[in-house]
Every structure is written in C-alpha cells, then in structure tokens.
RNA sequence: CGGGACGUAGCGCAGCUUGGCUAGCGCGCUUGGUUCGGGACCAAGAGGUCGCGGGUUCAAAUCCCGCCGUCCCGACCA
C-alpha cells in the first residue's frame, strides 16, 4: 500500500493533494466523528521509515518535493490532530487562496474538509518576518521534535496553498469581511465590468451592458410615455460655451477632460502630438450637456408655441474624478440627461418633479429599490441649479447612494445662453429649464442593494437571463435525451416571453454551471437530469430567498430548491419571478427600515455612526451651511437631502429643534454616510 | 498633488534580502480518456522581451539610478 502511495505522488510530482495521497488511511476522515481515533498512531508511524530512507538514500536527489514536504508533515499533522489540538477546522474565507491572513496550522490546513492543498518547497532559506507571510505559510521541516536524521539538514520551507482553486479563484469575499471588496468581488464574478487600461474607466461587460440596455429600455419608454424625445448632441464642448453660465463653469472646472489639438505625426518612430495642430480654442469633453443643448435651443425656440420642449439624450460624459469605483464613480460614464425648456416657472418645476417621481418610480417598482426624493441643500446642489431634486437608496453597508437627480435650472442657461421667447401677451422672456438624469451609477446600486456572498442577484425585471437550464447527464443516451427535453423547455418558457439559456455546455461540471449562474445573478435555475425524465418533473431553484433567523447556508440551498410536476413547474415560472420581485423590494425596506433611526441629540446622532450598523439618522437640522461642512467633516456624514414632507416616516414627523444648535426646524432631514 | 504598496504567462502569485542550475507554482487554455443532481479526475501539451531605460558584474528577475504604469489611504466630487 505505501508503495503504491508512493508511485501515486511521484506521478504528480509538481503538487501533492494531500487529501487524495492519504484519503485511504483514513487520515482525511479525521473530522469525522465517528472516527476510530486509536488508529492514529499507527497510522503516524508509517510515514517514518520512508522519510528516513528517502533523506538518507541515494534516491534522495531525485526524491519530489512536495513528496519530501509530504512525509515531513504528515506525522505533524496526524500527531496535530491526534492530540485534539484543532479537532475540527472550518477553512476561514480568504479573498485570494495565497493571501492566507490567519495563522493556519498544518493539521487545519489539513482538515479544512472540501478544499485541498499543496505544498511546495520554497527555496528561501530564511524565515521571513511575521508580517510577510501573509501570502503563504511558510513552514520549517525541522520542526519536526526526534528526528535525529533531519537534525543535521539545514531547515526546509514549505509554501502552502490551497490547491485547486477553481473553487476560490474568483471568491466572493463575504460582506461582513470587506464591504467594498466584496463589491469589486461580485462585479469581477458577474463578469460585469473591468478596469481598462485607462486610469479610472471601465470596461461594460456583456452581462453589465445587458443590464444597462434593459435599465434603458425601461428608462426610455418612460420618458416617452411623458412626451420625451430623443435627440443627439456632441461630445465636445466650446471652451466658451461652458463658460457662459458662472457657476456651471466653476462647478466643473475641476474635472473637465480638454482637447487642444487635433494631429499627431511621427517623430523619431514615436507617435506624438503634433504642436502645430493646436486649436484655436479648446474643447471640452462634456461633463454634462446644458451648456451645448441650450446654444441650440436658442434656435429651436422662438414662441410659446414651440414650448414645452422635452427632449432627452443617452450619451457617455466624462468627469475627471480623483478617485473612481467601477459603477459608481468612473472617469466616462453613460447616462441619460433630460434638457427641457417651459414658458413658466412652474411648468418646469412640475416637470423636474415629475421625472423624478419617474426614477423613483423605477428605482422601486424595477430595481426593486426603494429611494427616499427631496431637495438637495444648497452646499450638494448641482452647479447652475436653483433647486436639485434626488432619490436617495441605502446600501446593505448603511450608506446612502445617490441614484438620480432632476434639477429645476430657473432661467439661468437661457440668460447664459439668450433663449427667449414671445409669451402669449407678446412679451419677450427667457425661458424656463430643466435638466435631469441617471447614469450606469444605477448599476452600483444594484448591485449594493440586493447581492449576496455568493454573487449578483438581480431582480427579474432587470436580469437578461430570466432562467438559466442546466441539463444533468452520465451518459451519451441520457445527454441526448436532457438535451432534448432541456430544449423543448427552454422554448416552452420562451413562448411565454421570457428569456431563457440553455447551458449544454461540455465538460463542466453542473455543479460550476450552478455557481457560474448564480454568481452573475440569474433568478432561476432549471435542473434536468434522468430523474426529471422518469418522473416528468423539473427541479427549480430560485436564486435567493428572504433569510429566516438562524438558517444554515446548507438549510437555504435545500429551501431554494424544488421537484415539481413538469407543467405545475412551468406554469410557476412567471409567478414565481413576480414574488421574487416583490420580495427584493420588501427585503431592501426592510433593511432600510431596520438601519434608520430618529435621532434628537448629538450624542446619540455619534452612538449611531460610531456603531457598527450605521443608517439613514432622521434628524432636526438648522445650522448654517458652514456648520453643515463641519458637522459632516466630523462625523463623515452629509445632509443627503430635506425629503419631501410625503416621505418623512409618520413618526419623524412634525418640528422639532435642531440637534446641533437648537434652533427650531419645521421638519427633518436625512443625514447618512454617502457614496 | 501628499503618504503607502505593487509591476514575473490570460488570471492569481512564488523566486529578489545573500546575483549563478533550464525562471517556477496553481487556475485557466488545448488534446485524449474517465466523469456529471452543488465548484471532477488522470495523462500529455501550448503559453514568459521578468513594466521600460541605463548602470555595476564574467554573470542581473535578483544589486544601484532614472522613468512609466497600476492599486490603496488622504485633499476634490455624483
């Protein structure tokens, strides 16, 4: 038998699967309670002589590595294990297999059940200090107490590494590890976007772009629906045009990519700009597009007859951020922006509400998030605005997220940019605007608002694979036969107009098609193997489900899943998307509702943010904007916005003194911690 | 722009302190076989200007200098 160990190792002579070279000595079983633990002392002996003879003998020189790491642990590890030392060892949750952060003894890396090591000797002679071995565990064959045959060698050490990966290689690490990693996690499992080689813009995935272009649809027939229209306008604009309105230009100059010339030439086998090609005046990339709309719009409008003017585009911006997060703060982003032009004030200042009672309206009944709408104060207000209008949502992690603004622009593009018009008494006035828009940021909250450790999880209306079916099969008989039911069900549901992925991809397991599906967030899964063939039924899983206090991840898999007659399964499909729908949205007001408090003093306003659940703080505020800058720079929070008085819970209601001054204040604010 | 870290195969990383074997490992990829109801296994392969430039040396992934780039933490902002 050890022969035959032996024979198997030097097959693999690069890596040692620790669990599959001793599985037959029952060693692996050791966490197992009903294991026979008098076995272990033999079984550590046996080890022994081989290592003996394999440092002493001439066959030493070509003796594996990982070989040699393998019989110089195994006795640590059995006599680890045996003295009951680490006698169950559930493998923590690493982000990245190498970056073991925790200490890991041999016996639990041993014992850590599903996942498999390797080890591989490392050249380095000396021990690296503490605080570098974070990457791997480095760990000295002398360790070994008694062996006088190794007393003379110089020390060994060994790298551990989980091996086979394919389980950790992309790992979601969880939410309650590192929130804002867990983020950069889903979207790299999701395959929804990546860095590009751009510094701070991304890359949209196919999967990413779908979810985009069904936002859009949405979005778009929307705005139709209240009488927009899409049109396009440039990408550059004038350098003098975003200057025309003072506080506009000021607002962005900060972040404002400018082009200045327009030739490059060769030089030396370099590309390089070429220096006679400069423009006469520079040009803009816009950061948003007032100021180049409203230049025609003055052509466009002469009357009151030409008003209202709805017009919207969809089109990328850029803004030169100093710092990005794929999503919800890139360098260019897509969006959409409304620019409309009304005879009276408060026709525009009806229209900036009503659009965005519409992103509220999408952001809830679509996204499945729940948003609170107000005002912005006058510190948060966009540049050039008289009044800025948006729909905050809360984050898993208790932040606000801004998810779309609409802003009522008075009359100053049209003073800037000279639009006027003859009202119906025949006067000449300038006109009255307004500008609006939500942008690939929405996909951030997605993905903030319902992901889970295990990945995306998208809401139905939004998700561009409804079910995903993965058919089940050992044989050529049984492949074709599931294939051919997986067809005629993937066209069934089709009928019923949803979309539908048949996964009948060779050579990978069901298991990593399970994962692969789930990562990027498809709400149902169809399993079809033999058993479904015999009894006519379909195994459906569902995506997420509510959580129940106190469930194992093991209890929610089994309740996510069930056998159903093949129609009764068909026929749930559409019912059971318009539950889960229905359910994220409960699930995310239910959060919201659990992490947002009513707060009367500042101390508790600190206990609140100090603490590990921080929210949405319903708070009386009357300080000036100064103190408002200080108040925020002290706790990290802002005023996200003074909600419409319809969106105050009942019991935030009412006047009441400011927390910080003690002046009196009508009504409360929202003060979080923002994105 | 200030502080920190990093740059070696498509991805994740070892190797560098103390220069020298043919630059390795895992994943992924290719081919063949066995598998398949929660991340399969075996075998054989393909894949690298070690970020760029210079210097020291008989010899540089490794030491020195310069540059470029990326990421993280700040100031700024949706």
Partial sequence: MLQRRH???????????????????????????????????????????????????????????PMHALFILAPILVQTAHRGLVPRVKHRHTKRPQKITHSISPAQFFLCGPRRYKIHRSR????????????????????????????????????????????????????????????????????????????GCMVIRP????????????????FKATGHVNAYFPMFIPLSFLAREEQHAAGFAKECAVVTHYRL???????????????????????????????????????????PLLINQWANVVRWEMRTRLFLRTTEFLWQEGHTAHATAEEAIEEARRM????????????????????????ERFAGAVETYCIEGMMQDGKALQMGTSHYLGQNFAKS???????????????????????????????????????????????????????IFKTDTEKSRTLEEAGRVAAELRAQGLTVKLDDRDGIMPGAKFYEWEAKGVPLRIEIGPKD???????????????????????????????????????????????MQRELLERARALRAARSRIINSLAEFEEFFRGD???????????????????????????????????????????????????????????????
């Fill in 533 to 579: 063939l015999d009894q006519g039924s379909l195994c459906l899983v569902r995506r997420f489900l509510i959580e129940q206090p106190g469930e194992s991840a093991a209890d929610q898999r089994k309740r996510r899943k069930q056998f159903l007659p093949r129609a009764e399964a068909l026929a749930s499909v559409r019912p059971l998307l318009e539950t």
């Fill in 356 to 379: 965005l009672d519409v992103y509220a309206d999408f952001a809830e009944n679509v996204m499945a998030v729940p948003v609170i709408k107000g005002c912005k104060t006058p510190g």
């Fill in 265 to 307: 030439k060769s030089q030396n086998g370099e590309v390089v700009v070429d220096p006679d090609s400069k423009l006469e005046e520079p040009l803009v990339v816009r950061p948003t597009s007032e100021t180049i709309i409203w230049a025609q719009y003055k052509n466009w409008i002469q009357s009151y007859r030409d008003l």
């Fill in 124 to 199: 380095q002679v000396h021990p690296r200090p503490p605080e570098q071995t974070t990457h791997a565990l480095h760990y000295t064959g002398s360790a070994r107490a008694g062996e006088e045959s190794l007393a003379s060698q110089p020390p060994i050490h060994y790298t551990i590494q989980p091996m086979n990966p394919s389980a950790e290689q992309t790992p979601v690490t969880p939410r309650s590890v590192d929130y804002a990693q867990w983020y950069l996690d889903v979207i790299k499992r999701a395959e929804l976007a990546e860095h590009s080689p751009v510094r």
């Fill in 613 to 675: 659940t921080p929210g949405f703080a319903w708070v009386h505020w009357a300080g000036s904007p100064e103190q408002e800058e200080e108040f925020g720079k002290r706790f990290e929070t802002s005023i996200r916005c003074i909600p419409f008085p319809d969106q105050i819970p009942p019991a935030a209601q009412g006047p009441g003194t400011c927390l910080l001054t003690g002046q009196p204040s009508s009504q409360r604010v929202l003060m979080a911690r923002a994105y």
């Fill in 7 to 65: 024979d198997d190792l030097v097959r693999c002579p690069n890596a040692i699967d620790i669990r599959r070279a001793i599985r037959n000595r029952e060693i692996a079983r050791i966490h197992h309670p009903q294991i026979n633990v008098q076995r272990l002392p033999k079984l550590s002996r046996t080890p022994r002589p081989r290592l003996r003879t394999s440092l002493t003998g001439r066959k030493r020189p070509t003796l594996p590595d």
């Fill in 417 to 471: 940019a000279d639009v006027t018009f003859l009202n119906r008494q025949g006067q000449r006035e300038y006109v009255y605007a307004t500008s609006w828009g939500v942008s690939t940021r929405l996909i951030g909250a997605l993905i903030m608002t319902h992901s889970d450790d295990n990945g995306l999880v998208l809401p139905p209306k939004l998700a561009p694979i409804h079910v995903v079916i993965v058919p």
């Fill in 207 to 222: 999967h990413g772009y779908a979810i985009w272009e069904k936002m859009q649809r949405e979005l778009d027939d929307r």
